[in-house]
T-cell receptor, first 111, second 114 residues
């Protein structure tokens, strides 16, 4: 079955501390993985995609096919990073853009 | 470019009633996907429409249906509402290409079933 698991509902860190939001997936094919973010009172928006290998707002994520993981990392958290983060999988064996989301992790960064 | 718009933003309905939600995608986008967001289940895919055809469907009962018009606007309908249908319904638009990956989300319609 295709599934995305985010084991932490809430992650609380202090400003300047490293952040790692965990994401594991279950998919037999070649996955396309994304991180979406929802800031308070804003819309859900794309943060990054594994294929692009970009660093957005200081965040990076590496696809580890051996561990079936796609953890989101940032070396130094900022208060403005506080938001809800969703990991999502796009099955490559189907046309279309139907995303499978994890249940999300709330990141809280305090000073 | 105007973003994805959803109407209405809030709805209160009674069990057994039906409801229609509307989504206007970004101009030029041909794909509209619908998701249900609840505290317990998170974001779950309902269905996707591309060029007026349903291209993908999630694991929801037949009470949930949708359609897309020639101008790419989409509606979803829920018949015989149940309390468990209370949720935030999000639509997302994209160009529709599997490789043009970014989906742009609307603000959602908050449906409350009493």
């Amino acid at each position: 079955a295709q599934r995305v698991t985010q084991p932490e509902k809430l992650l609380s860190v202090f400003k300047g501390a490293p952040v790692e939001l965990k994401c594991n997936y279950s998919y037999s094919g070649s996955p396309e993985l994304f991180w979406y973010v929802q800031y308070s009172r804003q819309r859900l928006q794309l943060l990054l995609r594994h294929i692009s290998r970009e660093s957005i707002k200081g965040f990076t994520a590496d696809l580890n096919k051996g561990e079936t993981s796609f953890h989101l990392k940032k070396p130094f958290a900022q208060e403005e990073d506080s938001a809800m983060y969703y990991c999502a999988l796009l099955p490559s064996n189907q046309a279309g853009t139907a995303l499978i989301f994890g249940k999300g992790t709330t990141l809280s960064v305090s000073s | 470019k105007a973003g994805v718009t959803q109407t209405p933003r809030y709805l209160i309905k009674t069990r057994g009633q039906q409801v229609t939600l509307s989504c206007s995608p970004i101009s030029g986008h041909r794909s509209v996907s619908w998701y249900q967001q609840t505290p317990g289940q998170g974001l779950q895919f309902l269905f996707e429409y591309f060029s007026e055809t349903q291209r993908n469907k999630g694991n929801f009962p037949g009470r949930f249906s949708g359609r897309q018009f020639s101008n790419s606007r989409s509606e979803m309908n829920v018949s015989t509402l149940e309390l468990g249908d209370s949720a935030l319904y999000l639509c997302a638009s994209s160009s529709g290409s599997h490789y043009s990956y970014e989906q742009y989300f609307g603000p959602g319609t908050r449906l409350t079933v009493t």
